[in-house]
């Protein structure tokens, strides 16, 4: 009898081990993703309106309403798929990194041109989409070198029409995110998604592609190599929020995490204690715009941040993704 | 570390020694990558049966390979972004010489030999320009010659084309930074291409695919005799689309793209590892390791012929008929008409690429 009940285990182990994920799945959307597309859209409403009044680049209005939406942007900046990915639409909120100059080459053009778009959200909408979003923003706001650019009318013309921009954005994807949630709780149908497990895997791809751009990217291109340290490609270092969009993500991202560990304490655990100690170390760090990687002991604390990220990624890859069915094929997971 | 004496004492021993050939190292059709069962890593050689005829240990885990026209040597890459390749003497195991892609560089992890046997070509990445290149080394002492530009951004795999004259190389699109490991930095604005391009590196010809594509990294190639490239391609943009993973191109003409019902192709999560033409050039499949499943169609027609499910499928080349496929769970099969046949299963995790020796591309 016991032999028998072990070969039908063997025969069915997906049904076996099938779990409603369910509660998880409306967890994270109503608790996680709604509230901060939502919250995104407020701010950057707040951040066009104070733009139609005051479009002076020093201003502290503008440039506290600039910074609250760009926060409110990097705690969603992970929800990289559905209607984030529509039209391209966060490279259009976040051309970063930009390996090439587009950004102010973009922005320099529709000075120098006095491109007529700035007066129309659809048109500018169609504008390269390296002269549009927060770092489209940041240079107009920050960077001296476009401080003189053209009139100081256009200029005001143009940061309007970034700002605006902004907010038709992030209203178009808290809109969408509403009727995509739908897809993600409730899978198969129209959905894209065809079981609750191919949502789950969507929730924890967004985790772990978080992580992996806050180290090797938000980190890493900074850090460059210890001969050839690169502070002045730390992100949107013109503003001084290299190191908050460290910590804001990783705040977002422990949130994510601790939602989708939910049903194994063990595990949310681990990454809790591993989150509590990251953040703690970016904390200490006190170098906003990671000028310090340029010395060997400010680049010896970056460093060890970053490892510690990627500490949480060690167990967010073999704890929490095994019990999501992450297919860990050879080829698959290799990419090449 | 091989020293500079050992290395050119080693040349001069090859240069007495009798050239040893392919058939000396028991005729294998195929090199391919794998991880053995001790987690070793080695390249194996393999004929159309799956019978391992040689695996030869490589430093770290392998990816692509090319084989000389005409010597048991093999060019045995490390995973993107490596800095350096290994010649590998087939026949007795030994590495004869290793290729260091210079500062500022890195190796993708394909390449390809001139038809004589005296050149060897590999795609590198020049990291602070964000631009590609193709490397061109001697390959009798493996001394790097020079280089030229790969017509790209992140040039990937590269075929010697049947004329002997011009490299087919297709140029992804994909910036990458080695100190960013493999974040892709461009996404927005990439523009992949495939680029024909003379052994003196003028580029004669250049195929985009139209703009709503520019997010399709075309990666992977297989040639047939009479020229006709096939692509695979791996799709970078919304993951609610699901465009065509395969085209075919001829030099000179437009583009074809094929594409199972959306319905199958909706599950390859827009990822096609490997490329290749059947042994007849009549068919032509993709392999599909994220969607486990082998994709069939007729070149003529371009029509989607038949689908295989095949766990984390990824290796495929042309066999004695049809085709042979590897996977990343170490099954090795072959596929005639609508037919998957698993052959031989040898203990080992076959990497992404079979890579055909001799004459077949």
């Known amino acids: 009898m016991r032999l028998i009940v072990f070969a039908a285990a063997l025969l069915l182990p997906l049904v076996a081990q099938a779990q409603d994920r369910a509660p998880i799945l409306m967890d994270v959307t109503q608790t996680h993703i709604l509230p901060r597309f939502a919250a995104l859209s407020e701010t950057a409403n707040t951040l066009a309106t104070i733009s139609q009044s005051d479009c002076e680049p020093g201003s502290t209005d503008l440039r506290d309403a600039y910074g609250t939406a760009f926060d409110t942007w990097i705690t969603v900046s992970h929800l990289r798929f559905g209607p984030s990915e529509v039209d391209d639409r966060a490279f259009a909120m976040a051309f970063w990194p930009d390996t090439k100059g587009f950004t102010p080459k973009a922005l320099s053009k529709h000075i120098a041109a006095e491109d007529d778009a700035v007066h129309s959200p659809d048109a500018y909408a169609e504008t390269s989409v390296a002269g549009r979003g927060f770092f489209a923003l940041e240079r107009m706001l920050y960077d001296p070198a476009f401080a003189d650019q053209g009139t100081a009318e256009y200029r005001c013309a143009l940061i309007q029409a970034i700002a605006a921009d902004i907010k038709a954005n992030a209203d178009a994807m808290a809109d969408d995110w509403q009727a995509y949630a739908t897809y993600l709780t409730q899978p198969g149908g129209e959905s894209p998604y065809r079981t609750q497990d191919e949502a789950m895997q969507e929730l924890f791809k967004a985790l772990s592609t978080g992580l992996q751009f806050t180290s090797e990217t938000r980190l890493g291109r900074p850090l460059g190599t210890y001969d050839k340290p690169r502070p002045k490609r730390a992100e949107a270092r013109r503003s001084e929020r290299s190191q908050r969009h460290v910590e804001l993500s990783l705040i977002s991202l422990r949130d994510l995490a601790a939602r989708l560990s939910a049903d194994h304490s063990d595990i949310a655990g681990d990454l809790e204690v591993a989150f509590a100690r990251t953040l703690e170390s970016n904390q200490s760090l006190d170098d906003p715009m990671f000028a310090g990687v340029a010395t060997p002991q400010g680049r010896f604390r970056v460093e060890a941040l970053q490892q510690s990220i990627n500490d949480i990624r060690t167990i967010a890859a073999t704890e929490l993704g095994p019990t999501l069915g992450i297919n860990a094929g050879f080829n698959s997971l290799d990419g090449d | ?361």
């Open chain 2, 1 to 361: 570390m091989t020293t500079r004496r050992h290395f050119l004492a080693g040349l001069a021993a090859a240069s007495v020694a009798p050239v040893r050939s392919w058939a000396s190292v028991g005729a294998p059709d195929f090199l391919a990558a794998a991880q053995y069962p001790d987690g070793t890593y080695r390249l194996a050689g393999l004929n159309h049966q799956g019978t391992v005829l040689f695996a030869l240990p490589l430093p770290a885990r392998g990816h692509a390979a090319a084989a000389h026209p005409l010597k048991a040597q093999a060019v045995a890459f490390a995973r993107r972004p490596g800095s350096f390749a290994v010649v590998i003497d087939c026949a007795s195991g030994r590495v004869l010489a290793r290729l260091q892609s210079p500062q500022g560089r890195h190796f993708y992890g394909h390449g390809a030999f001139a038809a004589n046997g005296a050149r060897f070509y590999a795609t590198e990445n020049d990291y602070e320009a964000g631009e590609g290149r193709i490397s061109v080394w001697d390959a009798d002492s493996f001394e790097r010659l020079g280089e030229f530009p790969s017509g790209g951004v992140g040039p990937h795999d590269m075929r010697l084309m049947p004329d002997g004259r011009t490299l087919v190389v297709a140029n992804g699109g994909i910036e990458t930074h080695p100190e960013t490991g493999r974040t892709k930095l461009n996404i927005p604005v990439m523009q992949p291409n495939l680029s024909y391009i003379d052994l003196n590196g003028t580029v004669l010809e250049q195929m985009e695919l139209p703009a709503a594509l520019h997010k399709n990294s075309i990666r992977h190639l297989s040639v047939r005799a009479d020229g006709l490239v096939g692509f695979a391609m791996q799709w970078q943009g919304e993951s609610t689309q699901c465009p065509a993973l395969l085209g075919l191109h001829a030099r000179g003409e437009r583009p074809r793209l094929l594409a199972a019902p959306e319905d199958l192709q909706s599950t390859l999560q827009g990822y096609a590892g490997s490329v290749a033409f059947a042994s007849d050039g009549t068919t032509i499949a993709i392999t599909c390791p994220r969607g486990n499943a082998l994709h069939q169609f007729n070149v003529a027609s371009g029509a989607f012929t038949d689908q295989f499910g095949l766990k984390d499928v990824c290796g495929l080349g042309a066999g004695d008929e049809g085709l042979i496929f590897t996977t990343g769970t170490g099954a090795f099969g072959a596929i005639n008409g609508p037919r998957a046949t698993v052959v031989a299963r040898p203990d080992c995790l076959w990497d992404n690429h079979l890579i055909p020796i001799g004459s077949r591309a």
